[in-house]
């Protein structure tokens, strides 16, 4: 963690990790799963030419065949196409709930970890918001201001902010106490140094490993969110909102549900495995413990 | 013992209090005019400002929020504005089914991970233990609503032994309830059950691996009596802290899988109360529910005591 060690054995430590990231099975099939979700999603129209809200009245309801490899909806839309399209808003929502999470959360922690007049206050205010339960908060939040994909983001990142800012302040009230940085306060290195040098090394790896639980969680809570009716706006295919409209036709035609949630879950499940995947390897003492 | 309880009661306050700031805030910012909703299409402005002002809608945040905090303390958690009738009314009603489906889901979830997480720790590394590791990592993945759908498709279209929907309540029957219950326990308590069985197998491969387990052995304990006398107990703490905490997962989970199931209960009046902006409703059950997860939470730690008596505060 420090810039004393050599170039070389910088070096060496990276190349390391490197080949144990590449060698864990976790990483390697979540890794695999998810780039492949990624690329079907951002090249959905490569793929497939159907346009995701194209109506085709003569084609409603129909099975999976060659034509409609997933079938088709209530009013003649293909699922192959709503599904790969509707990856798109998941994983964009994925991805900056957890960018947006941590980075808040960070600054909230370490500013509670460091300042004890804000700690009571910030980790009250966390403590509140930890105790309504993440989906009531995150629906209540998009329903009464206008299902917009930002809106969505904004209100996950809300109920995700508070388990990042515990984390991090927990990384700064331990290493507060080490005597590399009693020492290193002592001979009067500048809190910005110090949070740099000393704290964020320290909280990196855990956060890297919160970041993808985020993401993952984000997903499935953008997708419950649609779900209900009170994500993201229907005219936008995402995997939530083709499910909720496959509701009421579940029992003729099940596909227009089965596919949508087979790759929701499939997503989720590749998050997953390359959160466990980095936790083993960066952040062994949790790892054990689980 | 008795100052720890009293300390940790009082620690509940100020987050009650947050939860509250939290939830009228979130309502007094919402756009929308709730005195034209409650006054109707037909109403005039003067209705309509007549509504405001018996609602203190004219009045400023902090009025308003003491006035609603007060009403809050005497147990008053207003009048729905859709069906003019008390909050607390509409909760009572629809406690039941969402209270039935949150016990039997309790109830599916621990018996099936418990026994799950000690074989998986007792055979460790072994493919009954990779098997439930894999188990648990799906179980996380899986979205409550698609494993719902999946499980409707399964046992109530194909195979036909369960209904599809609906609830029944215990009062018609226990049958007609067990099969109204069972499907919705088993798609809400999948993730539950995943989380259980991880923390059970990874406290009793800790325990397991401790002096006295072998000692235990050497001195001819059976396996059993080993895992369920000396391991289990030991390792009793992280697996009532998981039990407890994730009844709070279970919270979020209930309002999907009524909409699912189609149950009658809380999730579901949350659902209704949400897409026709019944204020007041909205209010009411997220405050139950975030009061439900702080008692959960405070009784998680009175226990602590109870099973490890060395713990004294």
Known sequence: MSSSIPASGTERRVARLLRRVFRHRGIAIGGTLLAAIVAVSLGASLITAVDPQDIDPVDRLMAPDATHPFGTDNLGRDIFARTLHGGRVSLLVGVSVAVLASTLGT???????????????????????????????????????????????????????????????????TIREQPYVEAAITVGTKLPKLLLRHVLPNALAPLIVQATYIASSAILIESLLSFLGAGTPPEIPTWGNVVAEGRNYFQVASWIIFFP????????????????????LLDPQTARRL | MGAYVLHRLAATIPVMAVVALVVFSLLYLAPGDPAAVIAGDQATQAEIDAIRRKLMLDQPYHVRLGAWLASLLRGDLGVSIFSNIPVSTLIKQRLEPTIALT????????????????IAAWRAGRWIDQFV?????????????????????????????????GYRSYAEGFVPFLRSVALPSLALGLTYTALIARITRASMIEELSKDYIRTARAKGVGEFRLLERHALKNAAIPITTIIGVGVALLIGGVVV???????????????????????????????????????????VDLLYVVFDPRIRY
Request: aromatic letters at 6%.
């Open chain 1, 107 to 173: 600054l909230l922690g370490l500013v509670s970890g460091f300042l004890r007049v804000a700690d009571a206050i910030v980790m009250r205010a966390m403590d509140g918001l930890m105790a309504i339960p993440t989906i009531l908060l995150a629906i209540a939040m998009v329903a009464l201001t206008k299902p917009s994909v930002l809106n969505v983001i904004l209100a996950v990142t809300l109920v995700e902010v508070p388990r990042v800012a515990r984390l991090v302040r927990s990384v700064v009230l």
């Open chain 1, 261 to 280: 949630g087979l790759f929701l879950g499939l997503t989720v499940l590749a998050i997953n495995l390359l959160g466990d995947g980095l936790r083993d």
């Open chain 2, 257 to 299: 899988t009524e909409s699912v199931f189609a149950i009658p209960g809380l999730g579901r009046l949350t659902v209704d109360a949400i897409l026709r902006r019944d204020y007041p409703v909205i209010q009411g059950v997220i405050l139950v529910f975030a009061g439900v997860k702080v008692l959960i939470n405070l009784i």
């Open chain 2, 133 to 165: 590791m894999l188990f648990a990592v799906l179980g996380f993945s899986a979205p409550v609503f698609v494993v719902g759908y999946a499980l409707i498709w399964l046992f109530a279209i194909e195979l036909r032994w369960l209904p599809v929907q």
């Open chain 2, 103 to 118: 016990i039997t889901t309790m109830i599916v979830a621990i018996t099936l991970a418990l026994p799950l997480g000690i």
